[in-house]
């Protein structure tokens, strides 16, 4: 069931998170218990709750939506067929009262695979690994902040099978991240306690530009995904960016993978070749199924598309897509508290043109060129 935006008064910001999240798990486990895996593994890396409207049954809380949307896509494909798929939970938390709560969340549902692992998500990582040897993992990492030692991090994420959403909250990193106060904290966060050296040789930016190019590129080193993409989640009513959420994976959830050969005028190392952490590098996409098929544009044919240039979606980037578009109906259909969370996604919006709306676009980037700013309206809005 998704996310009810009247759960979410004052943090629209989330609404929307959680209904991205709802989607995208939906979508993503439809192609992996059909196509990959028979077990789909989802890890809570800071799990909660907290400030939830919902304290009966957390409707509002990221590990209740993933429970019941994953559920659902078990049941409906027991239904056609489909048995012996599994569906795991695993969620960590600090916090004791929060771990408290968890718990007895869990009690209430014995019929689910649930753990809970108390403290810190680091301190946790053996225990949550073993828990998960079999199948896909989905990892979540939602932390309230940037304290974290992303260097145990990376290491955990690369050893799974599997993708993970990082919420990289970009509003508290911009305001406190260039701060000498907290170089400590970044420089666990970065994965790299000489971190300033790299930050201030980067060309002129926002502080969360370029601590995020940062940490994409630790994330790129760490070889945890082989794409990162993200989208931007805008404050209600303000004109800036509240959190982004980077997408990682290695390859599209179908199971077919990219090709191992580059493709046509797009060699590796040659002149169109990039190690730009926000675009991955640029080999040709084959169809599932379909190995000898490149992936093309109809408006521009001939020409092969490759991941991260606009125009062309992967399977992770098209299940985005249908999430995206999703989150931009259900905003739609709320209104009062809604209409808050609908200005999040209308600073890409067109103006209305003969009674109906236009097609959301990518905002124009003054600052920001589409080489440095890997957004996802190039693959959700057009």
């Not at 999240?21 to 895996?37: I, V």
């Not at 990492?141 to 970009?170: C, H, Y």
């Not at 990518?362 to 890997?374: C, G, L, M, V």
Request: proline share 6%; glycine share 10%; net charge positive.
């Amino acid at each position: 069931m998704p996310p009810k935006i009247e759960n979410y008064q004052g943090r629209e910001h989330s609404f929307i998170k959680h209904l991205f999240l709802n989607k995208y798990l939906e979508a993503a486990a439809y192609k992996l218990f059909q196509k990959r895996s028979p077990v789909f593994n989802f890890v809570d890396a800071f799990a909660g709750p907290w400030r939830v409207s919902d304290t009966d049954r957390y409707s509002d809380a990221s590990f209740s939506q993933a429970i019941e949307t994953l559920e659902a896509v078990r049941r409906r494909l027991l239904d056609m067929g489909r048995p012996g798929l599994k569906v795991r939970f695993r969620f960590c938390e600090r916090i004791p009262a929060s771990v408290g709560q968890l718990k007895q969340f869990a009690a209430q549902k014995p019929e689910f695979d649930i753990m809970v692992f108390s403290g810190a998500f680091e301190d946790n990582l053996d225990g949550i690994r073993n828990a998960c040897r079999e199948g896909f993992t989905f990892t979540f990492i939602d932390p309230t902040g940037w304290n974290i030692e992303s260097s145990k991090v990376f290491d955990f994420l690369r050893q799974l099978n599997g993708e993970f959403l990082f919420n990289f909250m970009a509003e508290e990193v911009n305001r406190h991240g260039g701060w000498d106060g907290v170089a400590d904290s970044v420089g666990r966060f970065l994965a790299d306690p000489a971190w300033k050296a790299a930050f201030e040789a980067l060309p002129e930016g926002t502080n969360e530009t370029k601590i995020r190019h940062l940490l994409k590129v630790k994330m790129k080193e760490a070889k945890v995904a082989t794409y990162l993409t993200e989208m931007a989640i805008r404050k209600p009513r303000e004109d800036r960016i509240k959190m982004r959420l980077i997408l990682g994976y290695t390859q599209p959830v179908w199971g077919g993978g990219l090709p191992g050969r580059p493709g046509k005028g797009r060699e590796r190392g040659g002149p169109n070749a990039t190690g730009d952490p926000d675009q991955g590098e640029r080999t040709s996409a084959a169809l599932p199924g379909r190995p000898d098929h490149r992936l093309r544009d109809g408006s521009r044919r001939g020409r092969l598309l490759y991941p991260f240039e606009p125009g062309h979606r992967t399977s992770a980037q098209r299940r985005i897509a249908a999430a995206r578009n999703r989150i931009q109906h259900a905003c739609q259909r709320s209104d009062g508290a809604g209409s808050r969370a609908k200005e999040t996604l209308e600073q890409d919006r067109g103006r209305q043109t003969k009674g109906r709306t236009a097609a959301l676009r990518p905002a124009e980037r003054k600052a920001e060129p589409w080489s440095e700013h890997q957004d996802l309206a190039p693959f959700g809005w057009t």
